[in-house]
């Protein structure tokens, strides 16, 4: 079985849906890495902090090239 998937790269909708499909791989891996936050914390000594979480989800982001601005 085989897919193709066909995108006009002149029309901005498709050129958006087409973007989200090359991402869709760093898309799944950055949601399980916020999935399993916890893991990250748990040898933290103290609750972790809200500016500490938010921090840790834009390391996420930033290390599966997604850039939260680009998404429509």
């Given at each position: 079985?085989?897919a193709?998937?066909k995108?006009?790269?002149?029309d901005?909708?498709?050129?958006?849906?087409?973007?989200?499909?090359?991402?869709?791989?760093?898309?799944?891996?950055?949601?399980?890495d916020?999935?399993?936050?916890?893991?990250?914390?748990k040898?933290?000594?103290?609750?972790?902090?809200?500016?500490?979480?938010?921090?840790?989800?834009n390391e996420?982001?930033?290390?599966?090239?997604?850039?939260?601005?680009?998404?429509?």
């Open positions: 079985m085989k193709i998937l995108f006009d790269l002149n901005t909708d498709d050129v958006n849906k087409y973007k989200h499909c090359n991402k869709a791989i760093d898309y799944s891996i950055a949601l399980w916020i999935s399993n936050i916890s893991s990250h914390f040898h933290h000594d103290t609750t972790p902090t809200y500016d500490e979480v938010l921090n840790y989800i996420i982001f930033e290390n599966n090239n997604i850039n939260i601005n680009e998404l429509n």
